[in-house]
């Protein structure tokens, strides 16, 4: 199955229910969507992606949030906590700073557990739900953990997360607690953790909510029809670019997916579709590596170190997906330091906007190609942040000012203010 935006809609297979069907992106193989639990193809392994035999226009969608989008998604509802719906805010001196015709943020962290994985979750565990399975189970750096603890809970299933110990932020790991989730502290990374959860998963243990699986991704995608309606209600076209924070790539998917899906309905010029654009920190950046070098493969990379821990990932699953949403869009990937990602989680801050250092990682990322000219005066830019300044509040804090010990007076007070 050809990932171009010229890529026609495809027949609808036998084995499709209720015009739902999943499709390998490798090979073609199709597969029933419900019947039973899969992640990627039978024959030859390669990821899925959801498809269907009808695809709305934006006059298909009414209500508010990610079920707003229920034409686009495999089901009219999932198990919900009224997610989605998330600000597209102005930032005006940002905007003048970077020196863009407009900039706007779109801020994930103000979802139910603040981050954007909840969008994937009301789908997934509906999900599962319908494939009537008893325990869920995600490999996490915080986020996915958090929303999968909520959801798993919400829908009355059993929550099994793996974090890699020691380098998940304290706010993530009360979350999947509070709701209930057995936390595995994992002595490896990410992608190690990852590697447990597939096994598990493949022995029939628990149902895996990581971005391998192509039903979160659909809630994802939300995300990028989103950005569109906001951007054509306020200057009457979409985005000429969406810059993003790249951790397993599966935002960046998912969006392009949301875009092609536009393109086949009508609904979407191909020349109107946004640049993809992907970041990283220098730490953990192979998707950014395969862009430089024109890879169609990304590479591993075994030891990756960030303060930015949301995207603290050196196997990014979704890169097949991901790498061509980049490069048909005419976007690109950038690796920026971490430096960089703190002074832009101030930048944002100093607008109002809080958010954890991965999420700030979109606007470092615009920054450095705004110097180097790859993105121009005239372009309007979406950046999206996936986390609430509350998920790692020590980043937070090491980021901002530090507490002023004063006097218990008015007077001492007032005089330590004037100095």
Known sequence: MSLSLSATQPEVPADADEGVWLECIECGETFAPFADVRYTCDDCDGLL????????TFDDFEGEGVWRYADALPFDEGVSIQEGATPLYEVPRLEDDVSVEALRI?????????SFKDRGMTVGVRVAS????????????????????????????????????????????AQASLHGARILEVDGNFDACLDIVQEL???????????LNPFRLEGQKTIGLEILEGFLADYDTVPDRIVLPV????????????????????????SDVPKLTGVQAEGAAPMVEAIENGADEVRRWDDVETRATAIRIGNPVNAPKALPGIRETDGTAVSVSDER??????????????????SAASVAGLR??????????????ACLTTG????????????????????????????????
């Not at 992606?49 to 709305?56: C, F, I, N």
């Not at 998917?253 to 010029?269: H, I, P, T």
């Not at 937070?396 to 002023?404: F, I, Q, S």
């Open 49 to 56: 992606e959801v498809r269907y035999a009808d695809l709305p």
């Open 106 to 114: 779109k801020h994930e962290g103000m979802n139910p557990t603040g």
């Open 130 to 173: 319908e494939l009537g399975v008893g325990r869920l189970a995600c490999a996490s750096t915080g986020n996915t953990s958090a929303a999968l603890a909520a959801y798993g809970s919400r829908g009355g299933m059993e929550t099994l997360v793996l974090l890699p110990a020691g380098k998940v932020a304290a706010g993530k790991i």
């Open 201 to 211: 998963a493949g022995q029939g243990e628990a149902y895996l909510l990581n971005s």
């Open 247 to 270: 951790g397993n790539a599966g935002n960046t998917s998912a969006l392009y997916k949301a875009f092609r899906e536009l393109v086949q309905a009508g609904a979407l010029d191909e």
């Open 341 to 358: 990602i703190t002074e832009a989680q101030r930048d944002l801050a100093r607008e109002g906007i809080g958010v954890e250092p991965a």
């Open 368 to 381: 450095k190609l705004r110097a180097e000219g790859i993105v121009t005066r005239d372009e309007r830019v």
């Open 388 to 419: 609430h300044l509350l998920k790692d509040p020590d980043a937070a804090a090491a980021a901002g000012r530090d507490p002023e010990p004063v006097p218990a007076d008015t007077e001492g007070v007032l005089e330590h203010i004037r100095e």
